[in-house]
């Protein structure tokens, strides 16, 4: 009987090659925030999912047996969004254990990237921290994950690849600052997915992390020099000692044809030399691992082309949207059950005479200016998706809300306790856009800044 296997990201590059070579081997169901309508592949299972919830989240792993994530939060899903893509990345996969566990997932295969040697995990790049984190908190909750931590994988359709080639094809002169001779082993985009293969459904790899990269240590220099060769381009590529990281992000952004948001972490990250240790390589199979010039011939053929993806729905999307996301140090220890209530106590305290609080016996929220009778907000409480560790309430009034029947404010903690997250979900704002913007965003996070400081001295019991 064939695994189930679903796809965290099946949309993306990873995820549209893994269900082109393994769509018969596997019964694959592909997760997508939007409704697929017409689908290429009929063995292949679309489902509509919101990975921002739990609940969804946990539908749309029914009757899985494997998941593959493959999610980075490194682009905006709402108009506004507040939040960080390392603060965003650690509540999407805390959502996804949640749900993985509720389904006894048998095991989460993550693709993750290799961490610098030798360096405290302080001081290693947000990018690849980022990564370590939901790693850790993919299997926070008891199923067991295989991380496989790469360099840049090198096959059509790659952002990373696509980047430097797109940097060969438009300069006739590269300037590489220092960082450029970090040295890294890139594996190509055949021996990745050789080795997911070989990962998924085996107990020997279950809770490890491992390593992948081919044999073969190279300079982000000298792939350029040998992307270019392959290319048939004559550059000149050189080394300068200096050239601020800063001043690269916009360089790679524009001639790489990258949007800053990607270039960002990818750059900072780049600082590190990323090669593989001997006890976390891979060694479950030998492989021939095809070199960075076989790589990159395989990237260049016309003939591989990404998979298509399924037409999905043009749905009517709501105008507007906002996505808020902190987190806070969760020095004190506490629980997401106290912190959302010493938010209702200490939030009029702040405000001193501005800001009243009134709940009802259910645990419903109402904050209202002054002594008005209708709330600026309205949250109610949801009981059977709380407890200890998170807490959920539904946005569902005020006058500053347009949108009364879909958003939600949580509070919930993460890797373990040691970090509280704060998160408004899908709010649609009252007041003008324009106003908006420059006043209750705001303020909104100003606040929550001064809750989490709040938070970090609080001494009380």
Sequence with gaps: ??????????????GRWFIHNFKD???IIALSRREAVQNPDPDVEWRKVELFSITSTIEALRGVDYAIYLIHSMSALTRLDQ??????????ADNFSRAAQANNIKQILYLGGILPKDVAEEKISIHLRSRLEVEKTLGSKGVPVTALRAGIIVGPGGSSFEMVRNLVRKLPALMCPKWTNSQTQAISLRDTMTIMDVCLGNPDVFGKSI????????????????????????????????????????????????????VSP?????????????????????????SFRESVLEALNPENKLPKLPKFKNEREV???????QRMPNTRHKSALWVANRYKVWLPTFFRFLINVKENERGDIGFFMLKGKKPMLQLTWIPDRSDIKRQLFY???????????????????????????????????????????????????????????????????
């Design 83 to 92: 939040g960080s893509f390392e603060d965003t990345d650690l509540l999407l």
């Design 25 to 27: 081997k596997y019964k």
């Design 211 to 262: 390593e992948i990269g081919s044999p073969e240590i190279l300079t982000y220099k000298g792939m350029l020099e040998e992307t270019a060769r392959v290319m048939g381009k004559r550059r000149w590529i050189f080394s300068v000692p200096i050239f601020s990281v800063g001043l690269s992000k916009l360089w790679v952004s524009f001639f790489g044809e990258t949007p800053m948001k990607l």
């Design 319 to 325: 105008k507007n949207t906002v996505r808020s996301i």
């Design 395 to 461: 946005i569902t009034g005020g006058w500053l809300v347009k949108r009364f029947d879909y958003g939600w404010l949580e509070f919930r903690e993460v890797m373990n306790g040691r970090y509280m997250i704060s998160a408004i979900h899908e709010f649609v704002p009252r007041l003008p856009w324009f106003v908006y913007i420059n006043t209750q965003a705001r303020i909104h996070l100003w606040v929550m800044n001064r809750f989490r400081d709040y938070l970090e001295k609080y001494k009380g019991f």
């Design 1 to 14: 009987m064939k695994k189930t296997i679903a796809i965290a990201g099946a949309g993306g590059y990873i």
């Design 266 to 290: 990818l750059v900072e990250s780049l600082k590190h030399t990323l090669t593989l240790s001997e006890e976390l390589r891979f060694k479950e199979k030998e492989i021939d691992y095809l």
